[in-house]
């Protein structure tokens, strides 16, 4: 294979690659305008409104509720510390499994 050769397969595959990205790139702005119109309300412009100025700054006083009359729990001292620990449950019983007669063997080959 020649240098002039290789030097138009190495442009041919650097206008290859060119295009994919662009295309790539021309896909994507495709998809995104096309779910942008997927949802209602949405019409790809983007609408700007602008704020009016506030003419006066009205200052508004804000009354908040004192806290509410909660009566004490009645009984005082309801709960009792116990007389003694609570025991542990006793530990399960172990069955045994029967012994096998012969050792399993594995398959070979």
Request: a positive charge; aromatic letters at 2%.
């Amino acid at each position: 294979m020649g240098s002039t050769q290789r030097d138009r397969l190495v442009q041919g595959v650097r206008a290859a690659r060119w295009t994919a990205g662009l295309g790539a790139a021309g896909l994507t702005a495709a998809f995104s305008v096309a779910a942008a119109h997927a949802f209602k309300g949405h019409d790809g412009r983007k609408a700007t409104t602008t704020a009016a100025p506030a003419a006066t700054k009205a200052t508004h006083r804000v009354s908040v509720p004192g806290p509410d009359n909660v009566p004490a729990i009645s009984g005082g001292g309801s709960l009792q510390s116990l007389q003694e620990a609570p025991q542990s449950a006793p530990p399960p019983q172990q069955q045994q499994a029967p012994q096998q007669q012969a050792p399993p063997v594995s398959g070979g080959s």
